[in-house]
């Protein structure tokens, strides 16, 4: 099956700081969503992002299909950033299931 | 709220008894799916509904009994369940067409 490679799988930063994660995947791929999972265990959907490249507030994704990466852009960093972040990927339009990496645990201090 | 509701958010059980997680969703959207979140382990996709037929059982213990009487509502039911059962089970939707899944908040389990 496809394989779903996340880095790194740890990140610790100081407010205000920037950091770029990576979801590296084995097979194309027709949707690639960003997650981040709160303290709490919540899932929230950052990004629906295929291919190209989105922006919403501090955050930004890209996505090169055609390379099998996608990118998470976290800029001015804020301690409500902290949790796991979610790469996870669907190999086509129908119920195909969603496949995800083993995340990326980012704790953001003061 | 996303648009799908888990409930509860919280349940603790012993291995004798029988529970139901119930999830709805009222997005609009024809599948459901259950999955697992264990400790440092990645989500595990347990089961899949597609306009209310099950499409997919991933090897799941029979101990764990999925149901979808309708496109809104997915329960998981549960008995004799293990105390490596306990994990995060999370419900999500999704429609063919649209853009991707949405997760509710989750039923943090613990089996005693």
């Known amino acids: 099956g496809i394989q779903v490679e996340q880095s790194p799988p740890d990140l610790i930063l100081q407010e205000g700081a920037n950091s770029t994660l990576r979801c590296n995947f084995s097979?194309?791929?027709?949707?690639l969503q960003w997650f981040h999972q709160n303290p709490w265990g919540q899932l929230i959907n950052l990004f629906y992002?295929?291919?190209g490249t989105k922006q919403n507030g501090r955050l930004s994704a890209t996505t090169v299909a055609t390379e099998r990466y996608s990118l998470l852009y976290i800029s001015s960093s804020q301690t409500t950033d902290s949790g796991v972040y979610f790469c996870?990927?669907?190999?086509?339009?129908?119920?195909?299931?969603?496949?995800f990496g083993t995340g990326t645990r980012l704790q953001v201090f003061p | 709220e996303t648009g799908v509701t888990q409930t509860p958010r919280h349940l603790v059980m012993g291995m004798t008894n029988k529970k139901s997680l119930k999830c709805e969703q009222h997005?609009?959207?024809?599948?459901m799916y259950w999955y697992k979140q264990s400790a440092k382990k990645p989500l595990e996709l347990m089961f899949v509904?597609?306009?209310?037929?099950?499409?997919e059982n991933n090897s799941v213990p029979s101990r764990f009994s999925p149901e979808c009487p309708n496109s809104s509502h997915l329960f998981l039911h549960l008995h004799t369940l293990q105390p490596e059962d306990s994990a995060l089970y999370l419900c999500?939707?999704?429609?063919?067409?649209?853009?991707?899944?949405?997760f509710g908040s989750g039923t943090r389990l613990t089996v005693v």
């Open positions: 097979d194309s791929v027709n949707n």
């Open positions: 996870a990927v669907r190999r086509s339009y129908n119920t195909d299931k969603l496949i």
């Open positions: 997005l609009g959207h024809n599948a």
């Open positions: 509904y597609s306009l209310e037929e099950r499409v």
């Open positions: 992002i295929p291919s």
């Open positions: 999500a939707s999704s429609h063919d067409t649209a853009r991707g899944y949405t």
